[in-house]
Nanobody, 124 residues
Framework: QVQLIESGGGLVQAGGSLRLSCAAS????????MAWFRQAPGKEREFVAA????????DYADSVKGRFTIFRDNGKKTVYLEMNSLKPEDTAVYYC?????????????????WGQGTQVTVSS
């Protein structure tokens, strides 16, 4: 049974930082592209960042480039999202997702497995 368990969310002031973690089990983590999505109330789920397993390339939404960093530890089967210079508009539930394609896609429907999400709230 595949499980993706997110942690690290919370309440932070604008300009602050958080690091999200997603621990995976039940899958060959090294062979999965890992991604972070987020969903704010009343909005669609949107792509944030992803890192593939093919060549380790990462990609980011324009809204988070230069502020967020995605990285993975294959030995720990964990993917991280380092979030700096947080803004109130970053407030959302953040989801971890996995897919075994060797490339990055920003489409949520392309991802096979999902975590339960972790809440990030940025106060102004």
């Amino acid at each position: 049974q595949v499980q993706l368990i997110e942690s690290g969310g919370g309440l932070v002031q604008a300009g602050g930082s958080l690091r999200l973690s997603c621990a995976a089990s039940g899958l060959a983590f090294r062979s999965y592209t890992m991604a972070w999505f987020r969903q704010a109330p009343g909005k669609e789920r949107e792509f944030v960042a992803a890192i593939n397993w093919g060549d380790g390339r990462s990609d980011y939404a324009d809204s988070v480039k230069g502020r967020f960093t995605i990285f993975r530890d294959n030995g720990k089967k964990t993917v991280y999202l380092e979030m700096n210079s947080l803004k109130p508009e970053d407030t959302a539930v953040y989801y971890c997702a996995a897919d075994n394609a060797p490339y990055i896609t920003v489409r949520p429907l392309a991802y096979k497995y999902w975590g339960q999400g972790t809440q990030v709230t940025v106060s102004s």
